[in-house]
């Protein structure tokens, strides 16, 4: 019996500890975010006597107005958003087919296909940027949403066709051999079958390629140069200068910048989490 007591009082003292060093440790995460918050907040001459430590005396909102207005923050939010959504559908159903085809189609070469795919997504953008910029270039689409949703619906469909390929390959042949036999079509198969299977996966990718392309900077600095295209993490470095910088101003912005992914993260949480923790297609 002694044994026992002492064993849970162990157990007890290990989860107390562990919980401890978890909260301490989100604490450290969710500093940076602190201080953003509390000097968005703050006007700049209490940052000047203040420091960027210390709360602010009150409610400084002309901070996050001025910066909204002097880089029409509304145009700049529908263009990330719009970009972002539409690269995370179109991602989506890019990857699928090329899973499909991959994972379960079982076409020849399909190793050295996903090793291309696994290349792909270890080139730097900066090795990117000269060849896409002539491709817009070819096209037509330079400067436009369009351009940078055709870029990036690519790169991260490389990403997206190895995850699922991956999970298309343990997929269970018993549906698709019984759907075969009842005269399912490919594309019947793959809506009706492995589409609904694997939603949690998807959803996860969904979640993952939006947040992904909302805060990508350097290709659309590159490929969107009218003010009216401009996406958020440009419009967030519009607010540093060479020699100068309103640190007010800056928290301002990147407030702004972060809160709709933490809002959308928020959103599709549930989702997320039922997605990881889905594991596999069963």
Known sequence: MAEMNAYRIKSLLARIITVIFLVGLLCIMLFPFFIVIINAFKNPSEYASLGP???????????????WKRVDFSNKLWN??????????????????????????KIRGRFLILVFFIVANTLPHEALAYPLYYFAKTLGIYDTRLSVILIFMVIQAAFGTYLLSNVFSAFPMELIEAAYVDGAKKMQILQKIVVPVSFPTLAVLFTFFFIWTWNEFFLPLIMLISNSNQTVPIAISLTQGQHNMDVTTASASALLGMLPCFL???????????????????
């Open 53 to 67: 430590m210390k709360l602010p005396g009150s409610l400084y909102l002309e901070g996050i107005i001025n910066f």
């Open 80 to 105: 990330s958003f719009i970009i972002s959504f539409s690269v995370a559908i179109l991602g989506i159903i890019l990857s699928l087919l090329n899973a499909f085809a991959l994972g379960i189609g």
């Open 264 to 282: 959308f993260f928020i959103i599709f949480q549930r989702t997320l989490t039922r997605g990881i923790t889905a594991g596999s297609i069963k």
